[in-house]
T-cell receptor, first 116, second 112 residues
């Protein structure tokens, strides 16, 4: 299958700082990328859908000013957690897909964010 | 809206036991159905999928059949191994936006 690389895998940051997480499709062009948040022992919560070259579509209840998503190219999307607080600590996962991949979604390895 | 309900875990089995994880769904139209597996500390990997009624997805000894009449996509494996220990997610995708709706996940632990 296709490869999606997410970086970093783990990050610890101080309250009030911003953190950027990258999601790259390594061997295909991803027209659509998704960002999820996973709480301990819970399912994945879709945060936003990102289409290349356009603004991300955020799910209800997700603060777009806090979770900035950029999808500037067909192989890269970034999620920036701005002014992070301890309650933002979580596991963030991206996925990428395109019509060329028969709409199958390929997931990154996830990023464990800890805000101290 | 779309929803997925899957068997709550955790499920603990001995090696070589039979596995069933139940999954039912609610969706408009004709969704595609998926099972994903998540190993500790990792992202999700597609285990198998089915895109239309009566299709059977299979991979690594796991199987699931798309049952439209019962709106179900139960995951089965005849003989589990310790290496199958992971969290399993049932999911569906409907519409043109490729969005996935996930179940809550089922933690499977297989003991030697």
């Amino acid at each position: 299958g296709a490869v999606v690389s997410q970086h970093p895998s783990r990050v610890i940051c101080k309250s009030g700082t911003s953190v950027k997480i990258e999601c790259r499709s390594l061997d295909f062009q991803a027209t659509t990328m998704f960002w999820y948040r996973q709480f301990p022992k819970q399912s994945l919560m879709l945060m936003a859908t990102s289409n290349e070259g356009s603004k991300a579509t955020y799910e209800q209840g997700v603060e777009k000013d806090k979770f900035l998503i950029n999808h500037a190219s067909l192989t890269l999307s970034t999620l920036t957690v701005t002014s992070a607080h301890p309650e933002d600590s979580s596991f963030y996962i991206c996925s990428a897909t395109s019509q060329a991949m028969n709409t199958e979604a390929f997931f990154g390895q996830g990023t464990r964010l800890t805000v101290v | 809206g779309n929803s997925v309900t899957q068997m709550e875990g955790p499920v603990t089995l001995s090696e070589e036991a039979f596995l069933t994880i139940n999954c039912t769904y609610t969706a408009t139209g004709y969704p595609s159905l998926f099972w994903y597996v998540q190993y500790p500390g990792e992202g999700l990997q597609l285990l198998l999928k089915a895109t239309k009624a009566d299709d059977k997805g299979s991979n690594k000894g796991f199987e699931a059949t798309y049952r439209k009449e019962t709106t179900s996509f139960h995951l089965e494996k005849g003989s589990v191994q310790v290496s199958d220990s992971a969290v399993y997610f049932c999911a569906l995708s409907g519409g043109s936006n490729y969005k996935l709706t996930f179940g809550k996940g089922t933690l499977l632990t297989v003991n030697p």
